[in-house]
């Protein structure tokens, strides 16, 4: 089992900034890479960005491409998403959530997941 722990959220002014933390503990050793998922009231959950732990893998979604940058700290299993120039359109509860694959953008491959925290973007 992989627990994952989220803060960071909050409410912020169009073209402000956050970051987002995830903390995993237990069988991290078990996973590959940790992922950003979002959703936003009436939609699907929406793949945003990943990174494996070896580092040699990001992606990102067309929509967070040059705003939006994710980074790890191996050492004490967090990963961090900085979010830069935010949108209304970013509004959404975000998910971290652990995958067996370094490179996935499908929720199916993730695994475990956290609470969600909630981000809110003013215009």
Known sequence: QVQLEE????WV???GSLRLSCAASGRTLSTA???WFRQAPGKEREF???VSWSGGVTNYS???KGRFTISRDNAKHTVYL??????PEDTAVYYC???RYSD?????DYDYWGQGTQVTVSS
């Not at 803060?7 to 909050?10: A, D, E, N």
């Open 104 to 108: 996935s953008y499908y929720s199916y």
């Open 13 to 15: 002014q169009a073209g």
């Open 7 to 10: 803060s960071g959220g909050g």
């Open 97 to 99: 959530a652990t995958s």
């Open 33 to 35: 890479a940790m992922g």
């Open 48 to 50: 945003v960005i990943s």
């Open 82 to 87: 900085q979010m830069n120039s935010l949108k």
């Open 62 to 64: 067309d929509s967070v």
